[in-house]
């Protein structure tokens, strides 16, 4: 399993970010959510990552909020097996839980496999939900 950080400085950070913008498909507004996450990036109040392995190439954005491990966004294949290793890395880091919005019911179904509650409703859109999961890391099944 290997973590890449994606810099806003590298050469191949634009290709990058490009490959991010399926992590948007379905929202109502998906130019605004990804040009959120390049701002976020390009300020360094985010980080951008390639998760790669067996089966794996995951892009995901996270950044700290309120001491969780908070994901922004992520695309790509093999979330299932990497998940493991995503929550491994934020309980070393130190964080004390890993949130996550989604409007995905498949997302939901994924996040609530590996112990993630939906700590939120944020809001109603298409016929679809935006909600928060959290999972907690201290003194939790994983902590």
């Known amino acids: 399993m290997h973590f890449r950080l994606i810099r806003p400085a590298a050469a191949d950070f634009p290709a990058h970010l ?6 948007f498909e379905g929202s109502d507004d998906p130019k605004g959510e990804f040009e959120f996450v390049r701002d976020l990036l390009e ?5 951008f ?6 089966g794996i190439k995951l892009w995901f954005v996270s950044r700290r ?14 979330l299932v097996q990497a998940a493991s290793h995503i929550i491994e890395r934020a309980t070393n880091c130190g964080y004390r839980a890993i949130s996550y919005h989604t409007y995905r019911k498949g997302m939901r179904r994924i996040l609530g496999r590996f112990g993630f509650e939906q700590t939120e409703q944020v809001r109603e859109f298409d016929g679809k939900a935006e909600t928060v999961h959290q999972l907690e890391l201290v003194g939790g099944a994983h902590g």
């Open 18 to 23: 490009k490959l991010l913008k399926p992590a």
């Open 43 to 47: 300020d360094k109040r985010g980080s």
């Open 65 to 78: 909020l309120d001491g969780r491990f908070h994901i922004v966004a992520m695309t790509g294949r093999g």
């Open 49 to 54: 990552y390639l998760l790669t392995g067996k």
